[in-house]
């Protein structure tokens, strides 16, 4: 076990290394823009609940956050000449680069001190006047540190599933048949069908919150059977499509959440503070339920989610109260949350919106007519397809579209909104090819996506 200790320990220094790379990445991308600066101060915010050893680094990160939302809000309304946001978000940038470096020599360091502490230590209570002359941290958090560091690690499937069935009455259809699934930390699995589907029914098994009828379910690092629902739901975040109206004010709502998880007083508030300001609803943490927007519950519904400590999650249309700009930024927070070095966790996810839950799964499963059509790496859609899809949008209408192809492969062509329509290709025709014929025709083009290897073709076959 003590052979475990170094390799673990330089992990962690690897980790660490490659935070403070991701921030720094933010700033050189060209001129430093509000986009950078939030990304920045989002990532430094992680950085200090992952590898933070000092409480005051948290606070500098959220009071740093702080100045950079009333600067953005500042350069939003015209009240700021592009010069004074270049002076300023400079000045900013050095700061966040500054406050990271900080934490990264202190964690570091820490790191240090704990491979330096006698291994007697971590098992004995230690005698009356002995001290620890170069520890940072009080003896007992410095032992609880290097436990977590030679503790066995689990493993990394949270839940699997065989054969996993679900239909509603004797001798009804069913919803879900015989579903194989295995949700891994670190990783996203995005879930989409038709409405109707059984996705939601999926979900609600997965987190414990519904019987399956048949097939086994397994939750390995849990560690508990498969029937302690008790530690089951305990473990799993669920965050509904309708989230229940809650009382008084989002802050308070928050606090409560905390110490139901056992973070009451100082660090209650302190993990409150955190997720408050990490998911931008410090102007709204004294509305309460009436006063927020869909979209801002959604956002409150994930930090009580991570509040709960919930070693998976799983969110049922979390977008579909989201505008497009947030949906991005919702989604990437997701990543950053499953991703985490420190706590790293399986995210589940459901929506109606493909290509965005596309942009950052690692797994699609699709489901049509209760079974998967697909269930696997989301860089492996599209391998065996026969077929190209196009989804194109312009003032051509379907019998101008189908002349203009005819002769270039064209194998289906469907209308999916007023000026909008679905083209299905031979497998050698490119996304280039179809753009080219289109404009020869004198298309206005105000949409163009290649969906060849995307689950949308799944609902066009």
Partial sequence: MS????????????????????IETCFTLGDTGADQIGRASDLVLDFTKQFGVDGTHRTEAITLRGSINSL???????ELSNDDFRVQSVRISRQILELTH????????????????????????????????S???????????????????PTDVVFRSLGLSKRYGVGGTFVIQD????LKKGEITGVVGLNGSGKTTLLRIIAGSLQATRGERQYPALKCAATNWVTIRRSIAFVAQRPEAWSNTLEEALMLQAACFGDTGSAGMRLVD??????????????????????????????????????????????????????????????DFAT??????????????????????????????????????????????????????????????????????????RRI?????????????????????????????????????????????
């Fill in 72 to 78: 953005l809000a500042r350069e939003r309304g015209q």
């Fill in 274 to 335: 955190f997720y408050i300001t990490r998911l931008g609803l410090t102007i709204y943490r004294h509305h309460t339920w009436g006063q927020l927007s869909g979209g801002y519950r959604t956002r409150f519904e994930l930090a009580k989610a991570m509040l709960s400590k919930p070693k998976m999650l799983v969110l049922d249309e979390p977008l579909a109260a989201l505008d497009i700009p947030t949906q991005m930024t919702f989604l990437t927070d997701l990543k």
């Fill in 417 to 461: 909104g007023p000026n909008d329509f679905f083209l299905t290709m031979e497998s050698t025709v490119t996304a280039r090819e179809v753009l080219d014929v289109l404009l020869r025709a004198g298309a206005v083009v105000r949409h163009f996506r290649d969906t060849s290897r995307s689950s949308r073709m799944f609902f066009e076959s």
């Fill in 135 to 153: 520890a940072a941290l009080p003896e007992s958090d410095l032992r609880r540190s290097m436990e977590k560091f030679l503790k066995e690690e």
């Fill in 179 to 182: 579903l194989d699934l295995e």
């Fill in 340 to 413: 985490t070095f420190a706590e790293p966790m399986p995210v589940l996810i459901s929506s109606q919106h493909i290509y965005e839950v596309e942009a950052i799964a690692d797994r699609m499963v699709v489901i049509r007519d209760g079974k998967a059509a697909y269930n696997g790496p989301t860089g492996a859609l599209g391998e065996n397809r026969t077929e190209n899809g196009f989804e194109v949008s312009c003032d051509l209408d379907v019998a101008a579209l189908s002349a203009a192809l005819a002769s270039s492969g064209l194998t289906s062509i």
């Fill in 102 to 133: 900080v934490m990264a020599a202190a964690a570091n360091s820490h790191l240090d001190k704990m491979t330096a502490v006698p291994r007697t230590l971590l098992y004995e209570p230690p005698k009356m006047g002995h001290t620890l002359v």
């Fill in 3 to 22: 052979e475990g200790l170094p390799v673990k320990v330089q992990q962690t220094r690897e980790s660490i290394d490659r935070a403070v790379a991701q």
